[in-house]
């Protein structure tokens, strides 16, 4: 079983759409990320949590520690945020665990 | 400014081969950290390069080394290439041994094939 599970692994949505993709995980983590992966490879970092809800933009990520579970939201989609979503943490040991990402497609 | 570069950005191998990934840190960053993301997966983490050492290593094989050198440039070796070592290889930077994934820029990868 993985440490840090994702759902759903593929999202197709119509450019406006609200957006949710769901993190849990199973180890006691300092830190939680979300990451966004493009065609090609190249990763960027969106958030960091460790509790709570931050917010950037359309995106909002939010924490439940005691629940052990987190999500991504992204509202009013658009094509342009057409891409592979990543649920990463770190737990105590500074090990890294991470999920196997959401592909996500939003058609105009 | 420069960002992460890595070389080749595609590689075809056969197994039992050896492999030597290259990458250069974003301008300012003294850090390298390697990972290696099959089809489908999320990366996982392989060793992380701060002061020409490895400070930090996931759970892989000996075969799997690297080096970093004196600009901060960083290699990845990979010896008896297996066909399970198909994937893509990311590279990141940081400063100062920086292991939140936050503060890591990360490279384009080297996607390697082993037939």
């Known amino acids: 079983k993985n440490e840090v599970e994702q759902s759903p692994q593929n999202l197709t949505a119509q450019e406006g759409e609200f957006i949710t993709i769901n993190c849990s995980y199973s180890v006691g983590i300092s830190a939680l990320h979300w990451l966004q992966q493009h065609p090609g490879g190249g990763i960027v970092s969106l958030f960091m949590l460790s509790s709570g809800k931050k917010k950037h933009g359309r995106l909002i990520a939010t924490i439940n520690i005691q629940e052990k579970h987190s999500s991504l939201h992204i509202t009013a989609s658009h094509p342009r945020d057409s891409a592979v979503y990543i649920c990463?943490?770190?737990?105590?040991?500074?090990?890294?665990?991470f999920g196997t990402g959401t592909s996500l497609t939003v058609i105009p | 400014d420069a960002g992460v570069t890595q070389s080749p950005t595609h590689l075809i191998k056969t197994r039992g081969q050896q492999v030597t990934l290259r990458c250069s840190p974003k301008?300012?960053?003294?850090?390298v950290s390697w990972y290696q993301q099959a089809l489908g997966q999320g990366p996982q983490f392989i060793f992380q390069?701060?002061?020409?050492?490895?400070?930090q290593r996931g759970n892989f094989p000996d075969r799997f080394s690297g080096h970093q050198f004196p600009n901060y440039s960083s290699e990845l070796n990979v010896n008896a290439l297996l066909l399970g070592d198909s994937a893509l290889y990311l590279c990141?930077?940081?400063?100062?041994?920086?292991?939140?994934?936050?503060?890591?820029?990360f490279g384009p990868g080297t996607r390697l094939t082993v037939l």
């Open positions: 301008s300012g960053h003294d850090t």
């Open positions: 390069y701060y002061e020409e050492e490895e400070r």
């Open positions: 990463a943490v770190r737990n105590t040991g500074n090990q890294f665990y």
């Open positions: 990141a930077s940081s400063s100062q041994g920086g292991l939140a994934i936050n503060e890591q820029f």
